[in-house]
C-alpha cells in the first residue's frame, strides 16, 4: 500500500471510530436517504447498519475515493463535530502538500472513461491516466490550520476523551497482532475472558484485531480512568515499545 491510500485509510477508520458514537438511528437513516439514489438499491440500503458500512457502500460507487471526499464534508455537517472537521482538513492539507505520482503509477495501464487526456507536442513527458489529486479544500482554511467550520459545536472535555479513546482503541487494534492477548493479560483481563474471546473470533478475518477490542471493551467497562498509563505500561511490557509511542503521540 502506497503512503497515499494508507492515509486515506487511515482517514476512514478515524471518521468512522469518533463519527459512530454521534449517529444514532435516525441520523443514519437520514443519511441513507440522503445517498439512497446514489446507492440505487434497496437490499445494499437494508444491509447498511452503521457509518462504516455506509463509506464502504459509497466507496463502492465511486463517489467516495482518497481525491473526492466531499461525502465526509457532507457527513460531517451533520455530527458537527470538530474532531471530525480536523480529521478532512488535516488530510487534505496533506493531500496538498505532499501528492505523488505513486497512486497514478497504480493505473498508468489504466483507461479511465472520461478522462480527456492533454497532449503536448513540444513535450515527450509522462502523462499518467489517472487524474490528479484536486483536493476540496475549503477556501476558508487558514494558515493556522482552524477548522474550517466556525460553527461547530465545541467538544466538551469527556466527549474528547471519548474520540481520543476511540482513535487510540482502533489504531492499535489494527496494529496489535498477535500480541493482543498478552497486552490483554497486563491490563488485567482474566484468562477466561480471553480464552472466550479467542474461540469466538480465531476463524474471522481480522481476528487479533477484533478480540483486541474484544478485550479492551472489558477493560473500559470497568470505567479506568487510567488507561492511557495502564495501555502504554501494558504495551511496553509485551514488547510492543513501537505501538506505546504511538499512542503517547496521540494523547499527549
Not at 32 to 57: C, F, G, M, P, Q
Not at 62 to 80: K, R
Not at 123 to 144: C, D, G, I, Q
Request: proline fraction near 2%.
Amino acid at each position: 500500500m502506497t503512503v497515499d491510500m494508507q492515509k486515506y485509510t487511515e482517514l476512514l477508520q478515524d471518521f468512522s471510530a469518533i463519527s459512530q458514537a454521534y449517529i444514532n438511528q435516525e441520523t443514519l437513516d437520514k443519511l441513507k436517504a440522503r445517498y439512497k439514489e446514489t446507492i440505487n438499491s434497496k437490499r445494499v440500503l437494508e444491509n447498511i447498519v452503521n457509518i462504516d458500512s455506509l463509506l464502504k457502500v459509497l466507496e463502492k460507487r465511486g463517489v467516495l475515493q482518497y481525491n473526492e471526499i466531499s461525502v465526509l464534508h457532507q457527513i460531517a455537517e451533520i455530527v458537527q463535530n470538530s474532531s471530525i472537521d480536523d480529521l478532512i482538513v488535516n488530510y487534505e492539507h496533506w493531500s496538498t502538500e505532499n501528492f505523488t505520482t505513486e497512486i497514478n503509477d497504480l493505473y498508468s495501464c489504466a483507461i479511465v472513461p472520461g478522462v480527456e487526456q492533454q497532449t503536448n507536442a513540444s513535450s515527450n513527458k509522462f502523462e499518467p491516466k489517472m487524474p490528479l489529486f484536486r483536493p476540496n479544500v475549503n477556501l476558508e482554511y487558514s494558515a493556522n490550520h482552524s477548522s474550517v467550520y466556525s460553527s461547530t459545536t465545541p467538544v466538551s472535555h469527556a466527549d474528547r476523551e471519548k474520540e481520543i479513546q476511540s482513535l487510540v482503541v482502533n489504531r492499535i487494534s489494527r496494529k496489535i497482532g498477535r500480541y493482543w492477548a498478552d497486552v490483554s493479560r497486563r491490563l488485567n483481563i482474566e484468562e477466561a475472558y480471553i480464552e472466550d474471546i479467542e474461540n469466538r473470533y480465531i476463524e474471522e478475518t481480522h481476528s487479533h484485531e477484533k478480540m483486541f477490542k474484544e478485550a479492551l471493551k472489558i477493560y473500559f467497562s470497568e470505567k479506568n480512568s487510567n488507561w492511557k498509563r495502564d495501555l502504554m505500561t501494558a504495551l511496553e511490557s509485551s514488547k510492543r515499545k513501537d505501538l506505546k509511542e504511538e499512542v503517547e503521540k496521540m494523547v499527549y
